[in-house]
């Protein structure tokens, strides 16, 4: 679903076609947890430019669900509070019409004296809200 989504907003500023998965579903691990990981690609049609590229790919629909826009209104509704930064993106924009951005799915951050930690774990039909919550502060615990 998550690369369906992803091959989705690709489409929507690339060359008819040209959208790819390069990679599917690869075991990548790290210290603390493990993610599948997908590579898709396409090549940005002519009228479209690395920003258009990040509005239609930002936020992911791995933080926000799908359908995006309908899993956003239920995100704004049910959460208390704003989420910062985290499920943003932190990366660059260059001069060559190049950008590269990641998800910021676990962070630390400080503001003056207080320093905060932000993690989340993907809640589906079948979750089970305590092991989703447990996920949350083993992720965390890597910070």
Do not use: W
């Not at 630390?108 to 809640?123: D, E, R, T, V």
């Amino acid at each position: 679903m998550l690369v369906d989504l992803a091959r989705n907003d690709l489409g929507r500023i690339c060359k008819f076609g040209s959208v790819q998965p390069k990679e599917l579903m690869i075991v990548k691990r790290f210290s603390h947890v493990q993610h599948l990981v997908s590579h898709i690609t396409g090549t940005l049609d002519e009228k479209y430019d690395s920003f258009d590229a990040f509005r239609s790919l930002f936020p992911a629909g791995t933080v926000s669900g799908a359908p995006k826009l309908r899993a956003m209104e239920v995100i704004s509704e049910l959460e208390k509070s704003s989420r910062g930064p985290y499920a943003g993106a932190l990366g660059y924009f260059s001069f060559n019409r190049c950008c590269d951005f990641a998800i910021i799915i676990r962070s630390l951050f400080k503001n003056g004296n207080n320093a905060y930690i932000q993690s989340g774990a993907g809640i589906v039909t079948d979750s089970i809200p305590t092991n989703e919550y447990l996920e949350t502060e083993h992720k965390a615990g890597a910070l």
